[in-house]
């Protein structure tokens, strides 16, 4: 192949229509650096897809054009105009495969080849000019088996929409060899929408405590820098190479175990690890780096493809007697600051941090460090039919920082690497500073009840009760709630429902159910007195629940449950284990309203269903508590102002008002049911293609603002049932509300047992109705 060609069409074969967006921050950063150096590809990044099926150039090209056309971002172009960066958007562009063709060549040339055309792919750079900044060329080495190369700039791709790019590609071939279209989702936000959010984001004043964040965690800073083998050259020429070592699959084991016993992610571990390694070649005790963050933390955003990334600081103090489990809890707390305060832009840190713009030197931080689990987000291959897609390690194309540390899930393993500049190091230096690393993840150590050391400035009592800063809980907490599992028929042969729950009250229930089938009751809650956790992401706090859930049953099938809040996280939990390669037969939903429905409502929306339930609830609690169904008690503390100033408990005390046994019991759980649904508020759920039961209290009002399917329509996807249960939210698990669950879990678990065929429950007992995707 002679030199690169664009596969976009030339700009006067595309559709003169355009629309403009403004450019984010980081695609303003990344023109400007492309701008400085017009000859340098350090920006591009290049991905490698080893494909099989029934494969042949022009359907790939098809289906790449198809993916052009669905996606704005690739047919974008970028313009400087009075008003500051642009994106232009073509409403129409041709797409153009380029072919190498390798089926004539023996297998180590045709290797050969390959590297070469991939090397070349990866370091041409793309012209600023161009009417788009994506290519793609087809190596084909039979006609079942090949490698695509693709190569984008950084102002249009990351990892996430790669991912997305990956699966709907395979989608599409598998579709067009069936002869019908591809049953893609509607693509609801193009990245120029999120652009023109992002600007208003920025302007508003939400992001005012991240500001003044950044601004305390970047005070006094200063570069942290590897001395290299030569001095820094006069103009920066991005060389690069990248070096790797594959750990051994028990060292991986064994820090993934570490990173749980001390409640904290693998990135934590990881990245503690590279400091200590750093700490050594430097001397220097603050160690800095930078990593970067998905900013989609929102549903919308999950779909779109688009650079929706962020770069944060990590800044570490790493005294010379510091243990490496000291390191990783300060890294966790470190973390989970920088994720609650995310979405401040990269480039307003450059500015806090007084740093200068200089061509010549990356951008705040000469040291990166990034986990990768995984290139294809669902696990390392996509199939669909007879196609497959994997990935293999990228090409290299330049340097962007002085030592880019990673690691990457692959097939084989984990893989820790760096990409270090030649300019400054030699290769044995970086490998130097690569086994260092392996070195001290070698050192880690699986302890219970480590020390949980709080980040600068952050009060200890948010560490408080075995769970660290991280959110996650130790080994020891873990094990501890272990022991107060409960279950119900424990020696019957069917599949167990697990039950995530406030309060073990499934008593009754387990007896409707029949003693055919086990029931296992895991309580949420923590321990001991009330306390206060830092945010966190309802996800990892799911994550929890996983283990316990394997805790109690090592290997599936699973059949989960849980109540109000505890029901969306028994769907995430359903959704992490089929990620882990578990089979899930039924998702159990009592009375647990969909994330996002009510958040994402109008204003005006929101608040006059507010209105609607606040007129619901006061009298007919009221009714209640003077019936004597529940206690005043309960019916005042549901109001947050009486329980922050105390007057029911004082009114209790002076004997005005009258309580039960059972208030101490729902006041211990109601602080922490409050902070999952603080940390719920943030979560939408991914679409689940299972099965899922929706037990739907009596109290629920109709209308409008009131969904039927408490709002699961929009994430599920698979088989959705929706049962009226007879009393309140908190009364759905009496013997009323008991015997209509059993009768339907009974007929409809024993439907999905018998080779995946329900039956139809019987509606005498309360309305059922079965939804589509399309009815909901």
């Not at 007057?647 to 309580?659: F, Q």
Request: proline share 5%; net charge negative; charged share 25%.
């Amino acid at each position: 192949m002679n030199g690169i060609a664009l596969n976009i069409a030339p700009t006067h074969e595309i559709e003169a229509g355009y629309a403009l967006f403004p450019a984010t921050a980081c695609q303003v950063r990344f023109w400007h650096e492309q701008k400085a150096s017009p000859k340098a590809s350090a920006l591009n990044i290049a991905f490698r897809l080893q494909l099989s099926g029934p494969l042949d150039a022009a359907s790939i090209e098809q289906v790449l054009g198809e993916l052009v056309a669905r996606h704005e971002i690739l047919r974008t172009r970028f313009v400087m105009t009075g008003a500051g960066l642009r994106q232009q958007v073509w409403s129409h562009a041709p797409f153009r495969l380029e072919v190498v063709d390798l089926t004539g060549l023996e297998e180590k040339a045709g290797v050969a080849e390959a590297e070469r055309v991939g090397g070349e792919q990866a370091r041409t750079p793309f012209e600023l000019s161009s009417p788009s900044f994506f290519r793609a060329v087809w190596l084909p080495r039979s006609t079942t088996q090949g490698e695509l190369q693709l190569t984008f700039h950084s102002l249009v791709m990351d990892g996430w929409s790669f991912a997305i790019l990956v699966r709907e590609l395979v989608e599409g071939l598998a579709a067009l060899h069936a002869g019908h279209d591809p049953e893609f989702p509607d693509v609801d936000l193009h990245h120029g929408d999120y652009a023109l959010w992002k600007e208003e984001f920025l302007a508003s004043g939400a992001l005012d405590r991240a500001r003044t964040h950044w601004r305390q965690e970047l005070q006094d800073f200063s570069r942290f820098d590897v001395p290299g083998d030569r001095p820094r050259s006069q103009e920066r020429r991005f060389q690069g190479v990248i070096r790797s070592i594959l750990l051994p699959s028990a060292l991986s084991d064994r820090l993934i175990a570490a990173a749980k016993a001390q409640g904290v992610t693998l990135f934590s571990v990881a990245a503690a690890g590279l400091a200590m390694a750093l700490q050594t070649a430097t001397g220097q005790i603050r160690v800095a780096m930078g990593t970067q963050m998905s900013v989609r933390d929102q549903q919308e955003l999950e779909g779109v493809v688009g650079p929706l990334i962020n770069t944060v600081i990590l800044r570490l103090d790493v005294p010379r007697n510091s243990t490496i489990a000291s390191v990783t809890a300060q890294c966790g707390a470190k973390l989970s600051d920088a994720i609650e305060h995310l979405h401040l832009p990269f480039e307003e840190m450059m500015e806090m941090a007084g740093e200068v713009s200089d061509v010549d030197r990356p951008s705040l931080c000469s040291v990166n460090f990034a986990l990768q689990q995984s290139f294809v987000g669902g696990g390392d291959e996509v199939r669909r039919q007879d196609f497959a897609a994997t990935t293999s390690p990228s090409f290299n194309a330049g340097a962007l920082y002085d030592l880019n540390f990673f690691m990457v899930r692959r097939p084989q393993g984990w893989r820790i690497s760096c990409e270090g500049d030649t300019d400054l190091y030699d290769v044995e230096t970086i490998d130097r500073h690569l086994a260092k690393w392996r070195e001290m993840l070698e050192a880690v150590e699986i302890e219970a009840n480590l020390p949980l050391a709080p980040a600068a400035g952050r009060a200890t009592a948010n560490v408080a009760g075995g769970v660290g800063a991280s959110g996650f809980m130790s080994q020891a907490e873990l094990e501890a709630k272990a022991r107060n599992i409960v279950r119900f028929n424990e020696d019957a042969p069917g599949t167990p429902i697990i039950a995530l729950n406030n309060v073990a009250v499934l008593f009754g229930l387990a007896q409707q159910i029949g003693s055919d089938r086990p029931i296992v009751d895991i309580s949420m809650v923590p321990e001991g007195a009330p306390r206060e956790f830092p945010p966190r992401a309802f996800q990892d706090i799911s994550a929890d629940a996983v283990r316990l859930i394997r805790l109690a049953r090592p290997r599936g099938p699973y059949i989960l449950m849980g109540h109000c809040v505890l029901g969306a996280m028994a769907l995430e939990a359903a959704h992490q284990l089929r990620r882990e390669g578990e089979t899930v037969e039924l998702v159990i939903l009592n009375d647990s309203w969909c994330p996002g429905y009510r958040e994402l409502m109008p204003w005006y929306d929101r608040q006059l269903r507010k209105m609607q339930v606040r007129a619901d609830n006061i009298p007919r609690d009221f009714r209640k508590a003077m019936r004597g169904e529940t206690s005043m008690v309960s019916f005042l503390k549901q109001y947050r102002i009486v329980r922050w100033l105390g007057i029911a408990d004082l009114a209790l005390k002076l004997g005005l008002i009258r309580g039960d046994a059972s208030e101490h019991m729902v006041s211990e759980n109601r602080w922490y049911i409050e902070y999952l649904l603080a940390q719920q508020a943030r979560y939408r759920p991914a679409p689940y293609d299972g099965d899922v039961q929706i037990f739907r209290s009596g109290q629920v009002l109709n209308g409008r603002l009131f969904a039927w399917d408490l709002g699961w329509h929009q994430a599920i996807t698979g088989k959705l049932v929706v049962t009226e249960i007879p009393g309140m939210h908190d009364q759905i698990f009496r013997s009323a509300g008991a015997a209509v669950i059993g009768k339907q879990l009974r007929e409809r678990l024993a439907g999905i047992e018998a080779n995946g065929v329900e039956t139809s429950p019987d509606e005498q007992d309360g309305p059922t109705t079965f939804l589509s995707r399309a009815e909901a």
